[in-house]
């Protein structure tokens, strides 16, 4: 699967096969449903980041345990369902590689899987980076998408403060 990537990486043909495997019919992508379009909405302000986001469920990862799921261009690739936890995740990857582009990002990833660090230091930074004004860019990009899941969960769980939410989201707006 990395070959694969690397290979197109080069070739830069990561929107050709994006606009391809779309249109491919026997392709088992979905849009993003209303739930999805409803957080996309909540984090974004508007839903045209979701417009261009493409889901396949439960592929077959090569290796077992290799990814639960992962971004690639605009696609969401995962081995099961994808939970809206998960789909929060992986929606701020998205928005990272409209942001810093394609092959930024998903080098940046790769380099990341060797090593995951998705702890960030909980609920305590993020109440510490609220309170000094910190900048997101203080977080690597994986633990970036960790804390928009971690605070979209306390968010439904009705634990976080609304400051906390609003803090960050607005990073996304920029
Ligand atoms: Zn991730």
Redesign the pocket.
């Known amino acids: 699967m990395d070959l694969v990537f690397m290979f197109l990486d080069v070739l830069w043909l990561p929107d050709l096969i994006q606009g391809f495997v779309r249109i491919w019919p026997f392709s088992r992508f979905r849009r993003i449903n209303k739930e999805e379009t409803q957080i996309v909405k909540g984090l974004f302000q508007n839903e045209g980041i979701g417009k261009d986001i493409r889901i396949r469920e439960r592929i077959h990862p090569l290796r077992d345990g290799y990814f639960h799921a992962?971004v690639f261009c605009r696609n969401i690739y995962c081995v099961k369902e994808l939970s809206l936890a998960v789909f929060v995740?992986?929606l701020i990857?998205v928005w990272q590689s409209k942001k810093y582009g394609s092959c930024y990002i998903y080098r940046a990833?790769k380099a990341q899987h060797f090593t995951p660090d998705y702890s960030y230091g909980g609920v305590g930074r993020i109440k510490e980076m609220v309170r000094t004004n910190a900048p997101l860019s203080e977080l690597n990009f994986?633990q970036q998408?960790q804390v928009f899941q971690d605070i979209y969960m306390l968010r439904m769980e009705r634990s976080l403060p609304k400051e906390i939410w609003t803090y960050f989201v607005s990073f996304l707006r920029i």
Do not use: G, R, S, T
Request: overall charge negative.
């Open positions: 992962f995740h992986e990857h990833l994986e998408a």
